[in-house]
């Protein structure tokens, strides 16, 4: 089975609409391991509805938890054991696209992070990136505790507004691509993963060697 890990930067930074477009673009499976709270609308349910045919695509999570917080912490309060090293990856024949949570450092038990989770299984990672003040940083520091971890990392996607100055200095100082843009949408529609993912699908399938 190949695999594709989509890490992030920081929370909250669009990781769910990166992994639809690329699900969509190399017409891969979707798998978030580990959702923590709002099970009734979780990503799992919104990739769903944003591919095409998404319901025979997506695969329910190894860990359902209630809280909306840090998995290690929605664990403890629902006195879950979060087991990665343990986890059944989903039966598929198609690439298969894995969203973690929250930042490449946030926590994925009480003693690991999604960079270990990342590491562990040797998995090639997307990271998503955002400009905003402060995003060089962020960017530069998940990218080298990835490396030090012997993570192959495929580029950076950037999700939002484009900001030429920062990109150029992040790829001139990582040695990585920028795969794609992805612009912000105000409502999420199949029809604007489809359109995006029409647009980076020949970079993606280049960098991913997904032919």
Do not use: C
């Not at 594709?4 to 990781?15: D, Q, V």
């Not at 769903?48 to 045919?53: C, D, F, I, K, S």
């Not at 969203?99 to 992070?113: K, L, V």
């Amino acid at each position: 089975m190949k695999a594709i890990a989509i890490a992030g930067i920081h929370t909250g930074i669009g990781k769910t609409v990166a992994s639809a477009v690329i699900a969509e673009a190399l017409d891969a499976d979707y798998w978030k391991p580990v959702q923590a709270g709002d099970l009734d609308n979780s990503d799992t349910i919104t990739i769903a509805r944003l591919l095409a045919n998404g319901m025979a695509r997506v695969h329910p999570e190894a860990v359902q938890l209630s809280q909306p917080m840090s998995p290690h912490a929605a664990a403890n309060i629902d006195k879950v054991t979060v087991d990665y090293k343990g986890f059944v990856f989903p039966k598929t024949d198609k690439m298969l696209i894995i969203e973690t949570a929250g930042g490449i450092h946030s926590p994925m038990n009480d003693t690991d992070t999604m960079a270990d989770f990342i590491s562990h299984y040797q998995l090639p990672t997307i990271l998503v990136s955002n400009n905003y003040l402060g995003s060089i940083n962020h960017t530069l520091m998940s990218v080298e505790v990835m490396k030090a971890r012997g993570i192959n990392l495929l580029g950076i996607i950037i999700n939002g507004d484009r900001n030429n100055d920062s990109e150029s200095f992040i790829e001139q100082y990582t040695k990585l691509p920028i795969i794609a843009h992805i612009p912000r949408f105000e409502e999420l529609k199949h029809e604007h993963i489809t359109q995006q993912a029409l647009i980076i699908q020949s970079a993606l399938r280049q960098k991913t060697g997904h032919e």
